[in-house]
């Protein structure tokens, strides 16, 4: 048995090869095919992993109060004359709450670093207390965050992340050097681990971070101010229920009015996330079952038009004793075999292109993907020449050979 295989695979490679043109453009369609699963398989892995790990940044168990939803309808004008947050809401949350375990106001704003000749660019400023450390999940690499004393004194000290940290000070430890926040001298203390780029859109190294004492007096109240609360994992929900209580009852609307405030979480970004993965799942899934099928139907035409060809061949080989599965596995091997080299070359350019994708969403092709494709090339090729094998092997040998 093995043997009619081995010999079956030897006759498809010389029927492939000595028509190779034609052999390439039919297995064009699994060509396409299997370099779309395998590169939307590829980027989907990719963006699961970015989103993830930006989505450990949020935190699953912090709360982001504002003053408008990460993703919501309301109207623009609506939101932008919605009252700011206030940073005396701090204070009231962690004297009313009795989930919020850590709560930080943060006032962010965009600002110039600059060390001598030296300067960064789209660097945010954030204006915190103390409790900010609880509701992040980055660590300090290097030095310490500042006190409590240090934001009521208005210190002029930050903690900078690891973009700033390698442009203003090259080959130098920044800790105990001077830096300028748009002009105003500070001292640096802190640098924040390396976290990389929030969901492949910005990095979230370029910030700096600064008493919110300090922010208040050098900087007035200007930029966006937002509340960071953390609560216990175990009564996420409760605490939502309590913080919109507590907001609303802070900012005086009465029970008739809307909320002109949000709490965000990460399900928000989840939501969304999930619709762009299916929209683009389903496109490659489209792209892939077309171009199988066109693929597919162009490999049944080429194998019927082969055994019409070698019409000839086929009753030679049945005169000499070839049984009917003999000739069904000799051509069904070819139409296998021209959708294995598809599928081959196919998967090779998507590695390829692989390394494109990587340098924008750090990820690798899953192994259980290159194998699916293979499988699936190898499927197609079933379905499509088990037929034209299959009346091959039906033809009668003298028909055959009388064949013009």
Do not use: H
Not at 291 to 307: A, D, T, Y
């Amino acid at each position: 048995m093995l043997s009619i295989f081995v010999e079956s695979f030897r006759i498809a490679l010389t029927s492939i090869f000595s028509n190779k043109s034609r052999s390439i453009l039919t297995a064009l369609g699994i060509i396409i095919g299997v370099l779309s699963v395998t590169l939307m398989g590829t980027l989907i892995s990719g963006l699961d992993r970015g989103f993830d790990k930006s989505m450990a940044f949020l935190g699953k168990d912090i709360f982001s109060i504002s003053r408008w939803e990460w993703f919501g309808d309301a109207d623009w004008w609506e939101v932008r004359n919605r009252p700011r947050m206030r940073l005396e809401y701090v204070d009231v949350i962690k004297e009313k709450s009795s989930y919020a375990e850590a709560v930080a106001p943060v006032m962010q704003r965009g600002a110039v670093l600059s060390r001598g000749e030296l300067s960064t660019a789209g660097t945010q400023i954030f204006g915190t207390n103390t409790d900010y450390m609880s509701t992040i999940t980055a660590n300090i690499a290097q030095g310490r965050f500042f006190t409590e004393g240090e934001d009521r004194s208005g210190s002029r000290v930050t903690i900078i992340g690891n973009d700033i940290a390698e442009n203003l000070f090259v080959n130098q430890d920044p800790i105990g050097e001077y830096l300028k926040i748009d002009g105003i001298k500070f001292r640096v203390i802190g640098i924040m681990e390396k976290q990389g780029k929030f969901l492949g859109l910005f990095s979230v190294d370029n910030q700096a971070i600064i008493p919110v004492g300090t922010s208040v007096r050098l900087f007035s109240r200007r930029g966006f101010i937002r509340i960071s609360v953390k609560v216990s994992p175990e009564n996420i929900v409760e605490a939502k229920d309590e913080l919109y209580g507590i907001m609303r009852q802070t900012r005086g609307l009465k029970p008739s009015e809307k909320d002109d405030f949000a709490i965000n979480q990460t399900e928000a970004f989840e939501r969304q996330y999930n619709q762009i993965k299916f929209a683009i799942g389903g496109t490659g899934i489209f792209i892939t079952i077309l171009s199988l099928v066109v693929g597919g139907i162009g490999i049944m035409n080429i194998m019927f038009v082969s055994v019409q060809e070698r019409t000839k061949e086929i009753g030679v080989r049945k005169a000499i004793g070839a049984t009917k599965n003999m000739i069904l596995t000799q051509f069904l091997m070819e139409a296998i075999t021209i959708c294995l080299i598809g599928g081959l070359i196919g998967l090779t350019m998507a590695s390829g292109l692989s390394f494109i994708i990587n340098k924008f969403f750090p990820s690798t092709m899953p192994m259980w993907l290159a194998l699916t494709s293979i499988l699936l090339s190898v499927l197609v090729g079933v379905l499509s020449g088990v037929v034209p094998s299959y009346r091959a092997a039906r033809l009668d040998p003298i028909d055959a050979l009388r064949y013009e």
